[in-house]
């Protein structure tokens, strides 16, 4: 019979120490072989069942999103043959899903969702939804000057972020960075719309948007290496 | 018997919510057993669980899934009885097992059932386990008699103890207002995926039953003080926002309404403390706690939550729901309410009165609930005899909640024998 010297309570024969404290047991009067033998109250075998896949229950309602999102794109399609033939107007439509259905269902179809092909899909997408209308809508020159640039100039945006974002970073850095990487965005669109003809303002408004989101990053750099800020802003801010 | 409540019935109300709650990592799960005086015959045993499951079939069952609700169908498989494993109450797969909701393991002189909720509820897994006990005995060669708890297999299954209960009595026409808040939850380092902390203390009856009549307390209501207490300490010394500390205590309601069902007809009443009103010692708390329980057992306010529960089951746009739809709703609401706001569960099943000649042959029973998502202390509490069990589950390695509850026993004058599965 053994007791915890720390906790007063009996211990189990077999137990090596203290459940509640830790304390290591000794008890110079037993044997040590006795405390081997005994029973222990669990057996030591710790069984981790099988990983059931995440995907069953995911499975089916991405399919239920998947037909939800199909079911205009149909309506669409049979309008466009049937009642209203002027142009392929459907194609807008369609392009316009793909592309939602790959921002915002593709990454939960992927088993482990990989952050570059998702950047990757979303960007040949953006683009190929950018040709659709630009197509149908407008001329080639639009296209060339203006939507491709500032896509591809997002797209690298994001690229850098989530390069930074590989490491473990403190929550304010990060929000920091978003508002560093919108800033960035704001100023390059605002010069190639400049540019292409199509803002004539494009340049000053892409300037004003790049300082503004830049303070607030800045005001992010500052809450971060800042410790009395941080203490202040938890303390107003908790929730 | 009507020969369809055998071959497949409903999940009772209480069930419902249970296949929804199934996550990849957790289920409602909790472990009864019984410590006998000799060691286990696994296929002895094997043979007492077919019998036992033959007098009680709302066991030998599988959940299957309907187009609206889920549903029992009887299994045709055999059940399986396992060597013993360090971590009960892992999370339940309607399709391994054989099927079975339900895992029998033995270790040593031990017979141990993983249950799951949506079979029955702590009365009816102690029922269960009992007969399994006294069969194996009997197989054994000892002469058990029947009773309450243990049933004579030979009998054939009673509907009574298969009906859902609660669309028998629930018939209030009054609102419940449940007045859930956030409540407090004592965090810690969480232990890996499909393990948890289990721990019981082993301790006399009379003596602890001594103490809280000294108190003019019941034994559940001094261990729901004790646990509120103890949190409300810890609370304080972690110097936050205080939020409420809040206890769930399930009823069996088979007290209050008489019914034989084996399986669920528990409520949870909920206990509440709150910091925020000011400083309490522990004989305010015992007092608050004693007369939230004494006020909130009252069959009348029981059956008003009971009809509100069964309000939500009968709701016709909630029944024209399809299954996944409701599970996921179930999985979003359980996610969002819940533990968040239980800070302590506390499952007392109370005295277990066996046969007189199985007293001799039973060391012990063994009662777990299964380690919670949140809450630092999932108890439970059964006696039999002069043997009273109170177990700790727990997700995070800590144990300073436990050994504050145990070490205050111990300085009350309760001999507490400790057993863990992570000693």
């Keep these: 019979m053994s007791y915890c010297v720390n906790c007063g309570v009996e211990l189990d024969v077999s137990a090596r120490k203290c459940a509640l404290c830790g304390t290591a047991v000794y008890n110079p009067n037993e044997n040590g072989d006795k405390q081997k033998e005994a029973v222990r109250p669990f057996s030591e075998y710790i069984y981790l069942p099988e990983e059931l896949s995440p995907y069953g229950r995911k499975k089916l309602i991405l399919a239920i999103i998947t037909t939800v999102m199909l079911i205009p794109n149909i309506v669409c399609i049979l309008l466009n043959l049937t009642l209203f033939k002027s142009h392929p107007w459907s194609l807008g439509v369609i392009s316009g899903s793909l592309f939602l259905w790959s921002a915002f269902v593709f990454p939960f179809v992927m088993k482990k969702p990989r952050p570059y092909i998702l950047w990757a899909a979303d960007s040949i997408l953006a683009c190929l939804n950018a040709l659709v209308f630009v197509w149908l809508y407008s001329d080639m020159k639009l296209l060339i000057e203006c939507l491709l640039p500032i896509i591809a100039s997002c797209s690298l945006c994001v690229l850098a972020y989530m390069l930074w974002y590989r490491r473990k970073r403190h929550i304010i850095l990060k929000i920091a960075f978003v508002f560093l990487a919108f800033s960035l965005v704001c100023l390059s669109s605002g010069i190639i719309l400049k540019l292409s003809g199509l803002l004539a303002f494009g340049t000053e408004i892409g300037i004003i948007c790049f300082v503004s989101f830049l303070a607030i990053a800045c005001f992010f750099f500052y809450c971060y290496s800042s410790k009395t800020i941080r203490r202040w802003a938890s303390k107003r801010f908790f929730f | ?423």
């Design chain 2, 1 to 423: 018997m009507r020969k369809n409540t055998f071959e497949w019935f409903r999940l009772d109300n209480a069930a419902k919510i249970f296949p929804g709650q199934n996550s990849r990592t957790w289920s409602n799960v909790f472990r009864f057993g019984v410590e006998l005086k000799e060691e286990i015959d696994p296929a002895v045993l094997e043979k007492a669980l077919e019998r036992t499951l033959k007098r009680i079939p709302s066991f030998n069952v599988r959940i299957r899934n309907g187009f609206f609700w889920h549903y029992f169908e009887k299994n045709p498989e055999k059940p399986l009885v396992c060597p013993d494993i360090n971590n009960p109450c892992y999370r339940i797969n309607f399709k391994e097992n054989n099927g079975f909701l339900f895992r029998t393991y033995y270790h040593g002189r031990r017979i141990c059932v993983d249950v799951y909720h949506a079979l029955c509820d702590g009365y009816g897994a102690v029922i269960f386990v009992s007969t399994l006990a006294a069969e194996y005995l009997r197989l054994k060669g000892y002469s058990i008699s029947h009773n309450e708890f243990v049933l004579d297999v030979n009998e054939q299954p009673k509907e009574e103890e298969m009906e859902d209960a609660y669309s028998r009595y629930a018939s209030s026409r009054v609102k419940f207002d449940r007045g859930d808040k956030w409540a407090y939850h004592a965090r810690g380092t969480r232990v890996p995926r499909h393990t948890g902390n289990y721990m019981t203390g082993i301790m006399s009856f009379k003596q602890v039953h001594a103490i809280a009549k000294g108190y003019g307390v019941t034994v559940t209501e001094l261990f729901t003080a004790m646990l509120v207490d103890i949190h409300y300490r810890k609370q304080l010394r972690e110097n936050k926002k205080q939020k409420e500390i809040s206890v769930q205590v399930p009823v069996n309601l088979r007290k209050a309404f008489p019914s034989k069902t084996l399986r669920n007809f528990v409520l949870c009443l909920v206990v509440r403390i709150n910091p925020n009103l000011g400083e309490y010692t522990f004989e305010e708390i015992l007092r608050s706690v004693s007369l939230q329980l004494r006020l909130a057992n009252d069959p009348k306010m029981i059956n008003s939550l009971m009809t509100e529960n069964l309000k939500i089951e009968r709701n016709p746009v909630a029944r024209l729901l399809p299954l996944p739809v409701k599970d996921l709703g179930v999985g979003i609401t359980f996610l969002i309410t819940a533990e968040q706001k239980t800070s302590i569960l506390l499952s007392n099943v109370g005295l277990v009165k066996l046969p007189e000649e199985m007293y001799e042959l039973v060391e012990k029973y063994i009662f777990y609930t299964g380690a919670g998502k949140l809450n630092g202390a999932r108890c439970s509490a059964m006696s039999t005899g002069d043997t009273l069990i109170f177990g700790f589950s727990s997700c995070y390695e800590e144990t300073d909640i436990q050994r504050e509850f145990f070490t205050r026993l111990v300085k009350m004058g309760v001999h507490v024998k400790i057993e863990s599965n992570r000693d």
